[in-house]
């Protein structure tokens, strides 16, 4: 079964929007790669009650990446204004 991917339809589509600042395409590249990183470590989480620590500490791992490296660290206010992140 595929399940939708908003967060990541968002990402591919901000790389696409040309108003996305050149200096932080390399950061939405990255953001990408770890989104994917991120989906594929969610999979691999054994379903069950025992999956909620996990899921969350991988959860939380992403998110202070988004936050931090991504927009803290974009040199324009682009991603901020965007309310980028989720």
Request: charge should be positive; charged fraction near 25%.
């Amino acid at each position: 079964m595929t399940l939708p991917t908003p967060h990541g339809d968002k990402l591919e589509a901000l790389l696409r929007n040309e108003k996305l600042p050149s200096g932080d395409r390399p950061l939405i590249k990255r953001a990408i790669k770890r989104y994917k990183a991120w989906i594929q470590a969610m999979r691999s989480i054994p379903t069950g009650t025992s999956c909620v620590v996990p899921a969350t500490k991988i959860l939380n791992e992403y998110r202070l990446f988004l936050d931090l490296d991504v927009v803290f660290d974009s040199r324009s206010d682009f991603l901020y204004r965007l309310g980028f992140g989720f």
